[in-house]
């Protein structure tokens, strides 16, 4: 299954990378392609902000395409590399879910295990673009916010991986609103990033076989 990591451009420059962008159709701007995911695709909106004025001490904000499920990473001065980047998120984002389930309540902890079981039979193959949906742009900057605020109420530098959760956790647990279809639809993101991973877990294939599985549609 492909892990799609979508970079914006300010990640793009930290990282000091060439990635490739999505191919465009004609008429429409290069680099701001709509991200979904789906039963073959798991897609991730990646953006690096500063915790303060030029500061050293950076946060990765992490969003998922159709949940709008936000995790933080906290990073140093080291600049590291976008295969080495890859890899971390590849973990990271089951993490921060695991984290979120069991503060939200909605499954008990052997279900969570099971669940991470499961996911253990997927091989996530990480993909980076360089590309910004516009459409998620919004969640960023909320997220954003609550990371740059809490810091500076905090008097902090850098979020630890702990208070990082919380917030992630939080945000999670809040009514998301986005327009489809130029139709408005309401949900909170744990709960649908949990209906995402239970079906891709019960119709991916641990093999990668992609060739018999219906893909996922939002409700």
Not at 72 to 88: C, G, H, M, V
Not at 114 to 140: A, V
């Amino acid at each position: 299954m492909q892990l799609q990591l979508s970079a914006t451009n300010a990640l793009n420059k930290w990282l000091k990378a060439d990635l490739p962008r999505l191919p465009t159709e004609e008429g429409t701007q290069a680099g701001v392609n709509k991200l979904s995911s789906n039963a073959a695709t798991m897609s991730w909106q990646v953006h690096l902000i500063e915790n303060r004025y030029r500061s050293v001490e950076k946060t990765l904000i992490v969003c998922e395409a159709n949940s709008r499920f936000t995790y933080f990473i906290p990073l140093n001065r080291q600049f590291p590399t976008s295969d080495e980047l890859a890899e971390r998120l590849k973990k990271e984002w089951q993490f921060a879910f695991v984290e979120a389930l069991e503060v939200s309540g909605l499954t008990s902890r052997f279900e969570i295990a099971t669940l991470l079981s499961k996911l253990n039979d997927i091989e996530f193959t990480p993909q980076w673009i360089k590309n910004t949906d516009l459409s998620i742009n919004g969640h960023i900057a909320d997220a954003a916010q609550w990371v740059t605020q809490t810091l500076e109420d905090r008097d902090l530098d850098r979020l630890s991986q702990p208070l990082a959760f919380e917030i992630s956790s939080y945000i999670n647990a809040q009514t998301k609103s986005i327009t489809v279809n130029n139709k408005k639809q309401r949900f909170i993101p744990i709960e649908r990033l949990l209906e995402y991973v239970q079906h891709i877990t019960e119709v991916t294939p641990p093999s990668g076989d992609m060739s018999n599985v219906v893909p996922f549609r939002r409700k």
